[in-house]
């Protein structure tokens, strides 16, 4: 390395160290490295690399889980960085509802630490237009952005759509989630995603519902393989 870059990047370095300290946005302690503290950071409840490659689930030696043996999911591979638990649940919350998206990129890098495939396009999670005009912004959508710009991997950003306005999964029982989405997603006719693998983005896989309800769609309309990206997995037993 030149004399010249090694200036820089002590430059580069002093000026990191002389940035304000912003407040954890978990602890409210001074955090000198970026929007969560090493402590917090350090506490997020990552998951485990043992697995169900097909929904992330910890399994032993990570083997396919015995539900996705029975009845395979129509997708074929979870990425999941972190279980829903305390305190990741609090940062979902806080993008979802409190607009915190400065949250967008922190959590979406944490999905592109844990990719290992290369899908041809990127497809987010779409909200019900309804919905969206309440919130003002589809969480999925930005993570989604932000990882296709990472990865250089396309995002079909209005591929598809959610033609039914469900209500909130989380306000039903798990067993009837899957009824619920049925056919609440259509892909656009104009899209083509035969014989492409496509990697949805969510920020987060409860039962897998949604998730499974749109890459049903994807795969009637041709995609030949499906992948879900999410930000965290709720894990069965902490219902
Ligand atoms: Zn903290
Ligand atoms: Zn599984």
Known sequence: MSILSHHL??????????????PCLLCGAASQVGLCCD????????????????????????????ECLLQPPP???????????F???????????HDRLVLVDYLAD???ARVDTRPDHLVALPLHP??????????????????????????????CERV??????????WKERDKNMRHAFV??????????????VDDVMTTGASIGELARALKLAGAREVSAWVVARTLPHDH
């Open 9 to 22: 990047l002590d430059i580069g370095a002093k000026f990191k160290r002389k940035l304000p300290a912003q």
């Open 39 to 66: 402590a917090c950071t350090a506490e997020l409840p990552r998951l485990t690399e043992a697995r169900c490659p097909i929904c992330a689930l910890p399994t032993l030696a990570g083997s396919v889980c015995g």
């Open 75 to 85: 997708f074929d591979h979870t990425v999941a960085a972190f279980s829903y638990n």
């Open 87 to 97: 305190p990741l649940d609090k940062l979902i919350q806080a993008l979802k509802f």
């Open 110 to 112: 944490a999905i592109v």
């Open 130 to 159: 309804t919905r969206l005009r309440e919130r003002g912004f589809n969480q999925s959508l930005l993570l989604a952005r932000r990882i296709s710009h990472r990865l250089d991997i396309p995002l079909l950003s209005d591929a």
């Open 164 to 173: 039914r306005n469900t209500p909130p999964q989380s306000s039903l029982p």
């Open 187 to 200: 892909c656009k006719p104009d899209i083509d995603v035969r014989g492409k693998h496509i990697a949805i």
